[in-house]
């Protein structure tokens, strides 16, 4: 696609439920990060990719948030047993260098924990 | 880590009036400063971006300052118009890392 793609747009999920989100970065963007983005904050750094290798997890809040990239194109957050402070909007975003050039964001996962 | 403060959280100004948006960071090794426009329900979006080896960049409407020493920089908007109303974050990047300020939301007022 011309963009990046985000899947699903919204997710509701019950507290301890398991969930995963999708990105489809552009083709060829060797780069991809996830971000977090709790209502009127700005998007905060989780994990960052670069092909495969997971370089930078250091934003992960727990060990129940992972991130793969297993063949250098589409990622996959997953978080484990959700709890109500989860509930935010993940974006994903993919650059053609490094993180010194331009981010193209996806419109992000709405996720709600009830 | 770096730290990104913006400000101010929220302007309105009269539609051909200017804006302007003001960040600081903390780490001096930060050499890349971009400002991104995100609207309701979508994804951010790049308009503008300057490198620490620049001090100002100007692209039609849309002016980004930076001053090193003080490590601040600032995002001018002129001739405001109502398509401008959004909410604007700036960011500071350095290794693999993007820091995002908490945003302004700006309304351009008819």
């Known amino acids: 696609g011309a963009g990046v793609s985000q899947s699903p747009r919204y997710k509701v999920a019950k507290r301890g439920q398991d969930v995963a989100l999708r990105c489809d970065p552009i083709?060829?963007?060797?780069?991809l990060f996830w971000y977090q983005q709790a209502l009127g904050q700005g998007p905060e750094f989780l994990t960052y990719?670069?092909?495969?290798?997971?370089?930078?997890k250091s934003g992960l809040p727990s060990d129940r948030f992972f991130a793969e990239r297993p063949e250098g194109s589409v990622s996959t957050l997953k978080i484990q047993r959700t709890q109500q402070e989860d509930s935010a909007v993940y974006l994903c975003?993919?650059?053609?260098?490094?993180?010194?050039?331009?981010?193209?964001f996806g419109e992000g996962s709405r996720l709600t924990v009830l | 880590g770096e730290n990104v403060e913006q400000h101010p959280s929220t302007l309105s100004v009269q539609e051909g009036d200017s804006a302007v948006i003001k960040c600081t960071y903390s780490?001096?090794?930060?050499?890349?400063f971009p400002w991104y426009k995100q609207e309701l329900g979508k994804g951010p979006q790049l308009i503008i971006d300057?490198?620490?080896?620049?001090g100002e960049k100007k692209d039609q409407r849309i002016a980004v300052t930076l001053n090193k020493t003080a490590k601040h920089f600032s995002l001018h908007i002129t001739e405001t118009q109502p398509e401008d109303s959004a909410v604007y974050f700036c960011?500071?990047?350095?290794?693999?890392?993007?820091?995002f300020g908490t945003g302004t939301s700006l309304t351009v007022i008819p």
């Open positions: 300057i490198r620490s080896n620049v």
């Open positions: 975003a993919s650059a053609s260098g490094g993180a010194t050039g331009e981010l193209f």
């Open positions: 990719f670069q092909n495969e290798a997971q370089l930078d």
């Open positions: 083709s060829g963007h060797v780069s």
């Open positions: 960011a500071a990047s350095i290794v693999n890392q993007f820091y």
């Open positions: 780490d001096s090794a930060s050499n890349y």
